[in-house]
């Protein structure tokens, strides 16, 4: 398998249900923040409501999160207040090193964890790299950094090679 290619590349988290983690074998989710769950650099804790419901509702059924966020700490506290789980900002993704701290504050094996982010040369390569089953999702905005939106393009063509003919 290369470690640039997603097992799962979905529309939305939301998609992420018990049933489906269930059918993975998955009992923990490490979760980036930007674009993933919030749009980059929002504060706007209305805007995410649907995603702080999807949260609860997923940790009443048993389900392990974890932030892991290359955003700055004080971002990723912020967010980590309303998500109402634990994490960490300036993760240094995609270092393996980074992956197994969080798997082991789950108190999981990388197997039973998924990674869940919006970028393939740190989420998907980070998380293949640690033995995670790895979900890709489209970002919700296109509104990121600079060397973000060089990465983009890399990423359409990585992507592309697998079948996925996917534009942010």
């Known amino acids: 398998m290369s470690m640039l290619r997603p097992q799962d ?10 049933e489906f983690l269930a059918r993975r074998g998955l009992r923990g989710l490490l979760l980036d923040l930007d674009n993933t769950l919030v749009p980059y650099g929002s504060y706007e804790k209305d805007g995410a409501d649907r995603v702080m419901r999807w949260a609860r509702d ?38 393996p090193r980074a992956f197994r701290r969080a798997i082991g504050a789950l108190n999981l094996r990388p197997e039973q964890v998924g990674m869940v982010g919006d970028q ?18 489209r970002p919700l905005v296109s509104n990121s950094l600079p060397h973000t939106r060089v990465a983009r393009r ?3 063509a990585v992507l592309k ?8």
Do not use: C
């Open 9 to 18: 590349v979905i529309d939305h988290v939301t998609e992420i249900t018990p």
């Open 154 to 156: 890399l990423e359409r």
């Open 161 to 168: 090679r697998y079948g996925h003919d996917w534009r942010p």
């Open 120 to 137: 393939v040369f740190t989420d998907v390569l980070g998380g293949n790299l640690s033995g995670m089953h790895t979900i890709l999702v």
């Open 58 to 95: 997923l940790k009443l059924a048993g389900i392990r999160l974890y932030l892991l966020s290359n955003a700055t700490g004080s971002r990723a506290g912020y967010w980590l207040e309303h998500l109402g789980f634990q994490g960490v900002g300036l993760a240094g993704k995609p270092n």
